[in-house]
Structure formats: C-alpha cells, structure tokens
C-alpha cells in the first residue's frame, strides 16, 4: 500500500523556538489530515485541510494544503514541553465509492524545556 | 466525544496463539479500521468495515481476519499469532474524514 513521505522523522528542539515539518505523496488527495499522537494514547485529529492551498490554523499550529494536492506542511510556533509526541500527516482520497486514507510514517517531536 | 474503548492496553501472547483484539465504539459511527503502527512505518491499515457484517482489506491484511457482528463493535484476530505481528494495534471509527483512534493495544508475542 502506499505510504506518504514525512519529515523529518524525528526532532529536537528548544522550547519557544518553531517547528516546520511536511509530507510528500506522488499521488494526489482530496483531503489532508494532521494529527498529534501522545505517549501512550491514539492519534488525535489536529487540523484537517479540504482545499487546495487552504491554510488552517489553530492556536499555535497552522497547516497548508499544498497547491499540487500532493503535499502538506505543518507548523507550530513557540513550541511548549506539551508539544512532545508523533505527528502524523494523512492523506484522504475517494476510491471504490469510499474514502481512503493513509498515513505518513510519522514526525517524533522532542522538546528541550 | 467519540469515544473508541479497546479492551486491552498491553498484551503477551504465544507464538501460534490465537488472539483476539476488541474494539467498541460509542457514537453510532458506520466506518471503523484496525492499524498496526511500527517505528519508522507510521499506520498501516489493516482491515476496515463500513457497516455490520461488511469488511474490507487494507494494505497488510496477511495473518489477520476481523469481525463485525454489531455495529459498535469491531475484533481484529490473529488466527496464528507470529513473532513479526508484535505491534502497537490502533482502532478507529469515523465520519466523514475524520477518524477517532481509541489507545491503543500493544502486543507482543513471544
């Protein structure tokens, strides 16, 4: 099955400093989803983008919807020790009359208070 | 809330075992998923269902077969468990696009 290009794979950062990570598919989507996985728990819904070009944001993160429909960025500004965890971008597309998704390999976020 | 229970956080079974994963939702969703997430591999999707007794194969379905007898409920089975089936097992529903994941079980088997 096909997977989608996330970066980078893992980071350290300061706290208060911003964070930038994307993800690359060589197919297009309909539907790009950003989602933010704690220690111990499953993935929960961030930021979900419909439309081309479409920036979201929400609090400290903002999100693009790649012109090409075959790209997405994710961004948090400030990061706090919080911010620690997986980020997973999703990529969403109707095939066989039902929406497909599939995941990014992941972006583990590391924050130094 | 969505709220996506699976029945066991942590579980260790024998190679060969039979292994049953359990998964209730409680928001009459329609559409719900199993995915295995590995290190470096992000989720893969395993199984999925759209309505009651209806399932469909994902990317790795190989070793796994699943059940929905309820709308609500949704089992993922190991018919022989293996070694490389050790994995973080994540359950969702959804609507529309957007998925609720419950938290996970971790299975090792030895």
């Known amino acids: 099955g096909q997977q989608l290009n996330q970066s980078p794979q893992s980071m350290f950062i300061q706290e208060g400093e911003d964070v930038s990570m994307n993800c690359t598919s060589s197919?297009?989507?309909?539907?790009w989803l950003w989602y933010k996985q704690d220690p111990g728990e499953g993935p929960v819904l961030l930021i979900a983008?419909?439309?081309?070009?479409e920036l979201t944001s929400n609090g400290r993160l903002t999100a693009q919807f790649g012109t090409t429909r075959k790209d997405s960025f994710l961004n948090i500004s400030a990061s706090i020790p919080s911010d620690v965890g997986i980020y997973f971008c999703?990529?969403?597309?109707?095939?066989?009359?039902?929406?497909?998704?599939?995941f990014g390999t992941g972006t583990k976020l590391q924050v130094i208070p | 809330d969505v709220k996506v229970t699976q029945s066991s956080r942590y579980l260790v079974k024998r190679t060969g075992e039979k292994v049953f994963l359990e998964c209730v939702q409680d928001?009459?969703?329609?559409?719900m998923f199993w995915y295995r997430q590995d290190p470096g591999l992000g989720l893969r999707l395993i199984y999925f269902?759209?309505?009651?007794?209806?399932?469909e194969k994902g990317d790795i379905p190989e070793g796994y077969s699943v059940s929905r007898e309820k709308k609500e409920r949704f089992s993922l089975i190991l018919e022989s468990a293996s070694t490389n089936q050790t994995s973080m097992y994540l359950c969702?529903?959804?609507?529309?696009?957007?998925?609720?994941f419950g938290s996970g079980t971790r299975l090792t088997v030895v």
């Open positions: 969702a529903s959804s609507f529309a696009s957007q998925n609720t």
């Open positions: 197919s297009i989507f309909n539907t």
């Open positions: 983008l419909y439309k081309a070009g």
């Open positions: 999703a990529g969403q597309l109707n095939s066989g009359g039902y929406q497909k998704v599939t």
């Open positions: 928001m009459d969703h329609e559409n």
């Open positions: 269902s759209y309505d009651v007794k209806m399932k």
